[in-house]
């Protein structure tokens, strides 16, 4: 959860953007150049997209009305529910909880424990990424999905975990709540149409899933997300008063005294207690009486599952924008005005652009634009020309814009319906919107490690895809010739505990120059510390190496001298300085900087792994130092005895030194050469055979892998031909 404190509105006012007229785009005469006709067309679309100040503040005050309405027994557009989570919290609550957190594109689950200290919380979370197809499947498949999630975490972070844990679930969907322990699903947004759920109450249909797969958990709480980010905030924060999203859908949360609520009057709860209430108002102005559609935004309503729903929620949330530029960018290719002459198959598919192709636009403020290049190019398969750069990034801040100035008005009316001077807003900002601001950094507990790894990579390829996630770091090169690498390291491996990683996605991708990283790093070697991170200078994403070092400074100068670069005295301090009698250490500060490139989804996703067909043996080699020194030995062997032979050959058609790999199943590893003259070989048995990853077998039976094959033709004790996989290499060398 990404947490923000800002200032949300006055009392009396509705607190919008003050910038009313088009994207600042237009003022940084960035489309100075383009065609006559072109120019015209995108007037034509700031009239369509430019909400001004007077029609934001028609809005908000409509807003105010609506979420009054909603707290009432006949109810409006806005749902207003009620989520009997009372009060605020002390910030000294203790306890340990499994959380789920449903949202519209991941399943996170985490175990939080909230610790003795005033707003204490240590976090262990696991991210899934769901999949599109579960949207539109069926209750069972979707609970199944949480119920599996949750084992796999309880399996890594709590195993053998004998005893019922309490979890409580947050589920990102409009709820009618007769009490805590309960949520009946009014309807699914965020497209989703999940069959089965709907009217029903999510609890014991998650729990049936839950007692099918034996995980050992008891639903104690069910929150919607909103109401889960105000209260979670509040623990941290006592001046926070909203918990809003603002991502792949759009919502808030807020507490409102129970005097206040008409609809649960016959309650006799006492007037001035205070009770979370969850707005669901993505729903607002569903009747359609002030918000400013325009004919994309009924094409963007008229193709989603829900059509006529969520009116608000689709001019303003991450899951449409995206779509929102497709259509704009389409009607004007239809229109003759830009890409003219390309293959716009992709931008025909319907949401082919997503939020996430929105932020990778907006950020490139370079003159060449080469990241908005690079997007159209990679997403879209179009070869855009500069003004055609120019005009995407343009709409792009159009669309965008008018998003951020909506949105506001949902927070305003909020502020100005409980008369708020000032409060903390707390607000989980735009997942898919905000892909791209993205932050990574670590101190390195390996550098050793990393370096040689660094270095080994230097040598196959110039250029490593390097994938950074949360418990695993991926290295890949692909050469247009030669060998490829796919090596993944645990991030602990070379990732202390200050390991920060935050990415929407789960991960982020970077395009690294191998030989600058391999020098950097080595330069570490040794050092005292050294942290790496992502940042930025001007345009330019950079991989920044931070390295302390340390050295002992004579005695004799004085204390508060400073050491100049060149390692003599500054004679300039004053001398009544009290002198050291003893060395002192003196740190130094290196940072070397490494230019690097920051790959957009879309141009990774289709990188896989080549598929290697199923091992015959898998076995966990030997001290790889006493591996490298027989095979050395037996290298000078066959080099000697090729030379004593002359390359004559046997009967046996053995013309030249080769090197015999095998394993078997049962633990036992043998490396060897033969000459014509010579065979000599060594023996380890007693190696380990790992189990295969449940993942790799890719629904194969266990008994019909090769592996398994090849372990039922020997054992430990057989020297059987039949039960050992063998690998030759002619002309052996090291």
């Not at 039922?712 to 039949?722: F, K, V």
Request: net charge negative; proline share 5%.
């Amino acid at each position: 959860m990404v947490e923000r404190n800002q200032y949300a509105g006055t009392a009396g006012t509705a607190s919008v953007a003050s910038s009313v007229g088009p994207p600042k785009a237009l003022g940084e005469n960035i489309l100075a150049d383009i065609p006559r006709g072109l120019s015209t067309e995108l007037k034509r679309l700031e009239e369509m997209f430019i909400v001004d100040r007077e029609k934001l503040k028609l809005i908000t005050q409509h807003f105010v009305e609506e979420l009054k309405k909603g707290l009432t027994d006949d109810g409006g557009d806005i749902p207003m529910n009620v989520t009997w989570s009372f009060g605020y919290p002390t910030g000294h609550e203790t306890g340990s909880y499994i959380t789920i957190d449903m949202g519209g594109t991941n399943v996170r689950v985490c175990n939080v424990v909230l610790t003795d200290d005033k707003g204490g919380v240590d976090l262990v979370q696991e991210k899934f990424v769901m999949p599109e197809g579960l949207k539109k499947s069926n209750a069972e498949k979707l609970w199944d999905f949480l119920a599996d999630c949750t084992a796999k975490f309880l399996q890594k972070h709590k195993p053998g975990t004998k005893e019922v844990l309490p979890l409580a679930f947050t589920f990102s969907f409009p709820l009618t709540q007769p009490n805590i322990r309960s949520g009946i699903l009014q309807r699914w947004t965020k497209d989703f149409d999940v069959d089965g759920v709907e009217g029903e109450d999510v609890v014991p249909q998650l729990e049936k899933a839950f007692k099918k797969g034996n995980v050992p958990v008891r639903i104690v709480a069910v929150v919607n997300d909103t109401t889960g980010t105000l209260i979670a905030s509040a623990y941290k924060d006592p001046h926070m008063k909203i918990g809003s999203i603002f991502s792949t859908g759009v919502n808030a949360a807020y507490m409102e005294v129970c005097g206040a609520i008409p609809k649960i009057k016959h309650y006799g709860l006492p007037p001035d207690l205070e009770v979370a209430i969850n707005t669901e108002y993505g729903a607002f102005d569903n009747s359609q009486k002030v918000l400013p559609r325009n004919p994309f935004d009924c094409i963007v309503d008229e193709n989603s599952s829900r059509p006529g729903q969520q009116l608000y929620e689709k001019l303003v949330a991450g899951l449409y924008i995206g779509e929102m530029l497709r259509l704009v960018l389409l009607d004007l290719y239809e229109r003759n005005h830009i890409f003219r002459g390309q293959d716009v198959s992709y931008l025909r598919q319907k949401n082919s652009i997503d939020s996430l192709f929105l932020s990778t636009v907006e950020e490139d403020k370079s003159d060449a634009l080469h990241d908005i290049a690079f997007i159209l190019n990679s997403a879209l398969n179009i070869k855009a020309i500069d003004y055609e750069l120019k005009v995407t990034r343009y709409l792009t801040e159009l669309i965008a814009t008018r998003s951020a100035r909506l949105y506001s008005c949902g927070i305003a009316a909020i502020s100005k319906k409980k008369g708020l001077d000032a409060c903390h807003l707390s607000d989980v900002i735009a997942e898919p919107y905000n892909q791209n601001r993205m932050r990574f950094r670590s101190q390195l507990t390996n550098v050793g490690t990393f370096a040689k790894l660094a270095a080994s990579l230097n040598s196959l390829g110039k250029i490593c895809w390097m994938r950074l996630e949360r418990e695993t770091v991926h290295f890949t090169i692909i050469p247009d010739q030669g060998t490829q690498v796919w090596a993944v390291l645990p991030a602990e491996a070379i990732f202390d505990e200050s390991y920060v990683l935050e990415a929407a996605a789960g991960a982020v991708n970077l395009e690294v120059p191998i030989a600058a990283l391999s020098r950097a790093l080595r330069s570490a070697i040794g050092d005292k510390s050294a942290q790496l991170r992502l940042t930025r200078k001007g345009n330019v994403p950079l991989l920044a190496l931070t390295i302390v070092s340390s050295s002992l400074v004579p005695g004799n100068i004085p204390v508060g001298s400073e050491v100049d670069e060149f390692g003599g005295i500054d004679h300039d301090q004053s001398q009544s300085v009290a002198r050291a009698s003893a060395p002192r250490e003196r740190e130094t500060v290196i940072t070397q900087e490494i230019p690097v490139k920051v790959l957009h989804q879309s141009a990774v996703e289709g990188l896989h792994e080549p598929r290697c067909r199923d091992p015959d043996v898998h076995i966990i080699l030997p001290n790889l130092a006493q591996l490298k020194a027989i095979s050395d030995r037996f290298t000078k062997l066959a080099a000697s005895s090729s030379k004593s032979s002359g390359g004559a050959s046997l009967a046996s058609g053995i013309t030249g030194p080769k090197l015999q790999l095998s394993a078997n199943m049962h633990g036992s590893l043998k490396i060897g050469i033969a000459t014509d003259s010579l065979r000599i070989s060594s023996v380890w048995t007693g190696l380990t055979n790992p189990p295969l990853d449940p993942r790799q077998m890719q629904g194969t039976d266990m008994d019909q892998l090769p592996s398994e094959r090849m372990r039922q033709l020997g054992n430990s004790d057989d020297d059987d031909e039949a039960g050992w996989a063998k690998y030759y290499i002619n002309s052996y060398s090291t």
